[in-house]
C-alpha cells in the first residue's frame, strides 16, 4: 500500500473525481498541484438500470482540484469482478455549501 504519490508512478490506480467520475488507469506523471497524468485510461460509468460502462479515455489529465480521492487498484481483485453485472447508483458530484 502506497502512503505517497509518489509510490503509485507507474502503478494502475482509482480516481474518484468531485463530479463522480470513476477513472481507472495507469498513473504517469503529477505535480505539485496533484495534478495527474493517466495512461490506458478509462472511465467506469454506473447505472442503476445498465451495466457498467467502460468508456475508453487514453491519456487523460485530472486536474488537481477535481481529484477527490486517489488509490492504488489491486489487479487481481479488480479482474475477478464481473463489471457486467453490477448495477449501481452513480457517485453524486461533491457540493461546496457556504454555513
Known amino acids: 500500500m502506497a502512503s ?21 488507469g495507469i498513473l504517469s506523471g503529477y505535480d505539485q498541484l496533484q495534478n495527474l497524468v493517466l495512461t490506458d485510461c478509462h472511465e467506469r460509468s454506473y447505472s442503476s438500470t445498465s451495466p457498467v460502462e467502460l468508456v475508453p479515455l487514453g491519456v487523460y489529465i485530472v486536474r488537481g482540484d477535481s481529484l477527490a480521492i486517489l488509490g492504488e487498484l489491486d489487479v487481481e481483485e479488480d479482474a475477478k469482478r464481473d463489471l457486467g453485472g453490477i448495477r449501481a447508483e452513480p457517485v453524486r458530484p461533491v457540493l461546496h455549501t457556504q454555513s
Do not use: A, F, P, S
Open 4 to 24: 505517497t504519490i509518489k509510490e503509485l508512478i507507474d502503478k494502475k490506480v482509482n480516481v474518484v473525481c468531485v463530479d463522480g467520475r470513476n477513472l481507472i
